[in-house]
Protein backbone atom coordinates (compact mmCIF):
# COMPACT_ATOMS: atom_id res chain seq x y z
CA UNK A 1 0.00 0.00 0.00
CA UNK A 2 1.24 3.58 -0.56
CA UNK A 3 2.51 5.36 1.88
CA UNK A 4 -0.04 7.96 3.93
CA UNK A 5 0.62 11.58 3.16
CA UNK A 6 0.46 12.97 6.75
CA UNK A 7 0.35 16.53 7.94
CA UNK A 8 1.46 17.00 11.78
CA UNK A 9 3.61 13.80 12.43
CA UNK A 10 3.22 10.16 13.59
CA UNK A 11 -0.37 9.96 14.59
CA UNK A 12 -0.05 6.74 16.33
CA UNK A 13 2.20 9.25 19.13
CA UNK A 14 -0.93 10.98 20.94
CA UNK A 15 -1.24 11.66 24.26
CA UNK A 16 -4.04 9.51 25.67
CA UNK A 17 -7.09 11.77 25.32
CA UNK A 18 -6.52 12.51 22.05
CA UNK A 19 -9.58 12.03 19.35
CA UNK A 20 -9.52 10.86 15.67
CA UNK A 21 -12.53 12.62 13.64
CA UNK A 22 -13.06 10.22 10.16
CA UNK A 23 -14.33 12.69 8.00
CA UNK A 24 -14.36 16.41 7.66
CA UNK A 25 -17.45 17.65 6.20
CA UNK A 26 -18.91 20.79 8.11
CA UNK A 27 -20.05 18.47 11.28
CA UNK A 28 -16.83 16.74 11.71
CA UNK A 29 -14.74 19.83 10.76
CA UNK A 30 -16.25 22.06 13.48
CA UNK A 31 -16.22 18.96 16.05
CA UNK A 32 -12.39 18.63 15.37
CA UNK A 33 -11.91 22.27 15.62
CA UNK A 34 -13.86 22.87 18.39
CA UNK A 35 -11.95 19.79 20.53
CA UNK A 36 -8.70 21.69 19.44
CA UNK A 37 -9.73 24.87 21.14
CA UNK A 38 -10.63 22.85 23.83
CA UNK A 39 -6.75 21.49 24.05
CA UNK A 40 -7.71 17.95 22.98
CA UNK A 41 -5.56 16.95 20.49
CA UNK A 42 -7.10 15.34 17.22
CA UNK A 43 -6.33 13.35 14.15
CA UNK A 44 -8.50 13.96 11.11
CA UNK A 45 -9.09 11.99 8.01
CA UNK A 46 -10.73 12.91 4.76
CA UNK A 47 -10.04 11.59 1.32
CA UNK A 48 -11.08 14.80 -0.16
CA UNK A 49 -7.36 17.04 -0.63
CA UNK A 50 -9.05 20.96 -0.97
CA UNK A 51 -10.64 19.00 2.78
CA UNK A 52 -7.39 18.11 3.92
CA UNK A 53 -5.54 21.30 3.00
CA UNK A 54 -8.05 23.49 4.76
CA UNK A 55 -7.50 22.08 7.63
CA UNK A 56 -3.32 21.51 7.45
CA UNK A 57 -2.05 23.11 10.55
CA UNK A 58 -5.04 23.74 12.47
CA UNK A 59 -5.48 19.97 13.53
CA UNK A 60 -2.81 18.27 15.49
CA UNK A 61 -2.27 15.52 12.19
CA UNK A 62 -4.66 15.49 8.94
CA UNK A 63 -4.40 12.92 6.68
CA UNK A 64 -5.87 12.41 3.26
CA UNK A 65 -7.25 9.22 3.15
CA UNK A 66 -9.98 6.46 3.02
CA UNK A 67 -10.68 5.39 5.97
CA UNK A 68 -13.00 2.31 4.72
CA UNK A 69 -9.56 0.61 3.92
CA UNK A 70 -8.44 -2.05 6.87
CA UNK A 71 -5.10 -1.37 5.91
CA UNK A 72 -5.37 2.65 6.12
CA UNK A 73 -6.65 2.16 9.57
CA UNK A 74 -3.32 0.03 10.88
CA UNK A 75 -1.36 2.36 9.46
CA UNK A 76 -2.87 5.70 10.85
CA UNK A 77 -3.01 3.61 14.51
CA UNK A 78 -6.56 4.91 15.21
CA UNK A 79 -7.68 1.49 16.92
CA UNK A 80 -4.80 3.29 19.75
CA UNK A 81 -7.15 6.62 20.07
CA UNK A 82 -9.69 6.14 22.99
CA UNK A 83 -12.31 7.90 21.30
CA UNK A 84 -12.84 7.98 17.78
CA UNK A 85 -15.59 9.84 15.64
CA UNK A 86 -17.19 8.93 12.41
CA UNK A 87 -18.43 11.87 10.84
CA UNK A 88 -19.44 10.62 7.79
CA UNK A 89 -23.01 11.54 6.99
CA UNK A 90 -24.57 11.10 3.20
CA UNK A 91 -21.99 8.43 2.25
CA UNK A 92 -24.17 5.55 3.97
CA UNK A 93 -21.75 2.84 3.14
CA UNK A 94 -18.60 4.56 3.99
CA UNK A 95 -19.85 5.30 7.28
CA UNK A 96 -21.08 1.69 8.11
CA UNK A 97 -17.73 -0.22 6.75
CA UNK A 98 -15.90 2.43 8.80
CA UNK A 99 -17.71 2.16 11.57
CA UNK A 100 -17.93 -1.66 11.49
CA UNK A 101 -14.09 -1.49 10.79
CA UNK A 102 -13.78 0.45 14.47
CA UNK A 103 -15.99 -2.25 16.35
CA UNK A 104 -13.85 -4.89 14.70
CA UNK A 105 -10.56 -3.26 16.05
CA UNK A 106 -12.43 -3.11 19.65
CA UNK A 107 -12.35 0.27 19.86
CA UNK A 108 -14.70 0.58 22.49
CA UNK A 109 -15.46 4.88 22.28
CA UNK A 110 -17.00 5.40 18.88
CA UNK A 111 -19.58 8.60 18.19
CA UNK A 112 -21.04 8.28 14.76
CA UNK A 113 -23.32 10.40 12.96
CA UNK A 114 -26.57 9.98 11.88
CA UNK A 115 -28.12 11.62 8.77
CA UNK A 116 -31.44 9.52 8.92
CA UNK A 117 -33.75 7.09 11.34
CA UNK A 118 -32.41 4.29 9.73
CA UNK A 119 -28.86 4.97 9.33
CA UNK A 120 -29.16 5.11 12.77
CA UNK A 121 -30.90 2.47 13.21
CA UNK A 122 -28.56 0.38 11.48
CA UNK A 123 -25.80 2.02 13.79
CA UNK A 124 -27.01 1.49 16.68
CA UNK A 125 -27.49 -2.65 15.70
CA UNK A 126 -24.03 -2.41 14.44
CA UNK A 127 -23.38 -1.66 18.20
CA UNK A 128 -21.94 1.71 17.85
CA UNK A 129 -22.61 3.30 21.38
CA UNK A 130 -23.08 6.57 20.67
CA UNK A 131 -25.02 7.63 17.38
CA UNK A 132 -25.75 11.24 17.25
CA UNK A 133 -28.50 12.98 14.78
CA UNK A 134 -26.78 16.46 14.94
CA UNK A 135 -29.24 17.39 11.96
CA UNK A 136 -33.01 16.02 13.43
CA UNK A 137 -31.61 17.39 17.03
CA UNK A 138 -30.17 21.00 15.83
CA UNK A 139 -34.12 21.04 13.77
CA UNK A 140 -35.43 20.05 17.17
CA UNK A 141 -33.84 22.86 18.91
CA UNK A 142 -34.07 25.62 17.16
CA UNK A 143 -38.06 24.96 16.67
CA UNK A 144 -38.33 25.86 20.42
CA UNK A 145 -36.19 28.73 19.74
CA UNK A 146 -38.15 29.75 16.72
CA UNK A 147 -41.43 29.24 19.20
CA UNK A 148 -40.07 32.22 21.26
CA UNK A 149 -40.67 31.22 24.71
CA UNK A 150 -37.17 30.10 25.02
CA UNK A 151 -33.54 31.23 24.76
CA UNK A 152 -31.76 27.97 24.30
CA UNK A 153 -32.91 24.34 24.31
CA UNK A 154 -30.88 21.10 25.28
CA UNK A 155 -32.56 18.24 24.12
CA UNK A 156 -30.96 15.63 27.47
CA UNK A 157 -32.19 12.22 27.13
CA UNK A 158 -34.99 10.53 28.80
CA UNK A 159 -37.51 12.77 28.14
CA UNK A 160 -35.63 15.81 29.91
CA UNK A 161 -34.55 18.84 28.48
CA UNK A 162 -32.68 21.66 29.99
CA UNK A 163 -33.74 25.41 29.06
CA UNK A 164 -32.62 28.74 29.19
CA UNK A 165 -35.81 30.94 29.38
CA UNK A 166 -37.47 34.05 31.47
CA UNK A 167 -39.21 33.34 34.61
CA UNK A 168 -43.21 34.09 34.64
CA UNK A 169 -44.26 37.22 36.75
CA UNK A 170 -45.50 35.09 39.47
CA UNK A 171 -42.32 34.27 40.78
CA UNK A 172 -40.50 37.66 40.63
CA UNK A 173 -39.61 38.57 44.03
CA UNK A 174 -40.16 35.06 45.63
CA UNK A 175 -37.36 33.00 47.02
CA UNK A 176 -37.74 29.92 44.93
CA UNK A 177 -38.29 28.16 48.47
CA UNK A 178 -41.19 30.07 49.16
CA UNK A 179 -42.48 29.64 45.51
CA UNK A 180 -42.18 25.76 45.91
CA UNK A 181 -41.35 25.59 42.06
CA UNK A 182 -40.46 21.96 41.77
CA UNK A 183 -44.00 21.25 43.20
CA UNK A 184 -46.10 23.95 41.72
CA UNK A 185 -44.46 23.41 38.50
CA UNK A 186 -42.07 20.09 38.02
CA UNK A 187 -39.56 21.80 37.02
CA UNK A 188 -35.74 22.29 38.92
CA UNK A 189 -34.66 26.20 37.94
CA UNK A 190 -30.75 25.38 38.34
CA UNK A 191 -28.90 28.81 37.67
CA UNK A 192 -29.81 32.51 37.74
CA UNK A 193 -28.81 35.29 35.30
CA UNK A 194 -29.50 38.77 36.83
CA UNK A 195 -29.89 41.34 34.24
CA UNK A 196 -25.86 42.88 33.61
CA UNK A 197 -24.77 40.00 35.71
CA UNK A 198 -23.22 36.42 35.68
CA UNK A 199 -24.61 32.88 36.24
CA UNK A 200 -24.82 32.09 39.92
CA UNK A 201 -26.10 28.64 40.91
CA UNK A 202 -30.15 28.86 41.85
CA UNK A 203 -30.53 27.97 46.21
CA UNK A 204 -33.99 27.72 47.60
CA UNK A 205 -33.01 31.00 49.23
CA UNK A 206 -32.65 32.60 45.51
CA UNK A 207 -35.33 35.13 44.80
CA UNK A 208 -35.73 35.88 41.39
CA UNK A 209 -36.18 39.73 39.90
CA UNK A 210 -37.30 41.20 36.60
CA UNK A 211 -35.06 41.26 33.45
CA UNK A 212 -33.88 37.65 35.67
CA UNK A 213 -33.03 34.43 33.16
CA UNK A 214 -33.06 30.99 34.23
CA UNK A 215 -31.83 27.76 33.82
CA UNK A 216 -34.17 25.36 34.30
CA UNK A 217 -34.79 21.55 33.70
CA UNK A 218 -36.94 18.69 34.11
CA UNK A 219 -39.16 16.49 31.92
CA UNK A 220 -39.94 18.22 28.33
CA UNK A 221 -43.54 18.86 28.55
CA UNK A 222 -43.29 20.93 31.99
CA UNK A 223 -39.89 22.93 31.04
CA UNK A 224 -41.88 23.86 27.57
CA UNK A 225 -45.21 24.76 29.76
CA UNK A 226 -43.17 26.79 32.65
CA UNK A 227 -41.43 28.77 29.36
CA UNK A 228 -44.98 29.53 27.83
CA UNK A 229 -46.31 30.93 31.30
CA UNK A 230 -46.04 34.76 31.12
P1 LIG B 1 -21.53 17.51 6.54
O1 LIG B 1 -20.80 17.23 7.80
O2 LIG B 1 -20.80 18.49 5.69
O3 LIG B 1 -22.98 17.82 6.75
P2 LIG B 1 -22.51 15.14 5.20
O4 LIG B 1 -23.47 14.73 6.26
O5 LIG B 1 -23.09 15.62 3.91
O6 LIG B 1 -21.44 16.16 5.72
P3 LIG B 1 -20.71 13.40 3.86
O7 LIG B 1 -20.62 14.39 2.76
O8 LIG B 1 -21.13 12.02 3.55
O9 LIG B 1 -21.61 13.90 5.02
O10 LIG B 1 -19.32 13.26 4.57
C1 LIG B 1 -18.69 14.23 5.35
C2 LIG B 1 -17.19 14.12 5.08
O11 LIG B 1 -16.81 12.76 5.14
C3 LIG B 1 -16.81 14.63 3.69
O12 LIG B 1 -15.79 15.62 3.82
C4 LIG B 1 -16.31 13.39 2.98
O13 LIG B 1 -15.22 13.68 2.11
C5 LIG B 1 -15.87 12.50 4.14
N1 LIG B 1 -15.83 11.10 3.74
C6 LIG B 1 -16.64 10.46 2.85
N2 LIG B 1 -16.24 9.20 2.67
C7 LIG B 1 -15.17 9.01 3.48
C8 LIG B 1 -14.31 7.92 3.72
N3 LIG B 1 -14.45 6.76 3.11
N4 LIG B 1 -13.29 8.09 4.62
C9 LIG B 1 -13.11 9.26 5.26
N5 LIG B 1 -13.91 10.33 5.05
C10 LIG B 1 -14.91 10.23 4.17
Given at each position: ?169 SLIGKSLGQA?V ?25 VL ?22
Amino acid sequence: MARLHIFGGDPARNSSDAVAVIGLGRFGASLALELMAGGTEVLGIDPVESVVQDLNGKLTHVVRADATGEEVLRQLGVAEYGRVVVAIGSHLEASILTTSLLLRFGVKDIWAKAVSEAHGTILQQLGVPHVVFPERDMGRRVAHLVRGSMQDYVDLEAGYALIKTRPPSSLIGKSLGQADVRKAHGVTIVARHPDGGEWEDATPSTVLASGDLVLVTGRKRRVEAFAALT
